[in-house]
């Protein structure tokens, strides 16, 4: 294998990362590979697989995974029913701790859906087969449909 001579770019760059050890770069740094270092996704595939499903915008684009993001780009993530709006302030190529992770972009995101409005959908237990027509009345009673449908019909 060949040996990289001293003072090469890139063995000085690699050097300054692990002399701070955050793993914070000074160059561009791929979109799917800091989604999941600031910890958007739990995963580096799920990153991947998000902006290839086009659930991944850069300053309003839809991007690929090896698209580089830059400080100051505005990177917006679908998943998980909810949309993240964040600002990059720091560039990240290794996954980070939680703290660290917070200060390296500004969430403009909007607050999620309370818990108490997620679950008043009506879940049904699993295994309990199709509702019965009392079942129904009384989920759309809970839900406040049974009015509109008495006036529309």
Request: charged letters at 30%.
């Amino acid at each position: 294998m060949r040996e990289v001579p001293p003072g090469h770019p890139s063995k000085v760059e690699g050097m300054a990362e692990q002399a701070n050890g955050t793993g914070t770069s000074t160059g561009p740094v791929r979109v799917d590979s800091w989604i999941w270092s600031v910890r958007l996704t739990k995963t580096r595939s799920q990153a991947g697989t998000a902006c290839r499903a086009g659930h991944v915008q850069v300053n309003g684009e839809r991007v690929k995974a090896a698209h580089q993001v830059k400080v100051g780009d505005e990177v917006r993530l679908r998943m998980d029913g909810r949309e993240r709006i964040v600002k990059v302030v720091t560039l990240l190529r290794k996954r980070v701790g939680a703290p660290v992770a917070v200060e390296a972009y500004i969430d403009n995101s909007p607050p999620p859906p309370a818990r108490a409005d997620v679950l008043a959908a009506g879940v049904r237990d699993r295994g309990l087969g199709r509702p019965t027509k009392r079942d129904r009345r009384e989920m759309e009673r809970l839900r406040g449909l049974a009015e509109s449908r008495r006036t529309a019909g």
